[in-house]
């Protein structure tokens, strides 16, 4: 299906196909983008993942405590709920 693809985007349109090449060259760029974005969002959940794993251990062994990372952790959470709110 994608050779379909590859060869249309290669193809130079004849002038009154023009505006259906662009359509198609902008939907096929939005899913490059969507593609990267996707391996992005997967590199961001490991690395948070592990991060996670690696505080609970850290939490769980007694080798950090609640008190001295509280506020880090609240400001940390707070953060994320403004940028996901779309609040800068």
């Not at 693809?5 to 349109?13: A, R």
């Not at 505080?55 to 707070?78: F, H, I, M, Q, W």
Request: aromatic share 6%.
């Amino acid at each position: 299906m994608m050779d379909i693809v590859h060869q249309c985007l290669s193809l130079v349109p004849v002038p009154y196909l023009a505006p259906a090449f662009s359509a198609l060259r902008f939907i096929w760029s939005s899913i490059q983008h969507v593609r990267i974005s996707e391996r992005q969002l997967q590199a961001l959940t490991q690395s948070i993942a592990q991060l996670l794993e690696t505080l609970e251990k850290e939490y769980s062994s007694g080798r950090l405590l609640e008190r001295n990372t509280l506020v880090p952790l609240a400001d940390l959470c707070r953060s994320v709920l403004l940028m996901l709110l779309g609040i800068h």
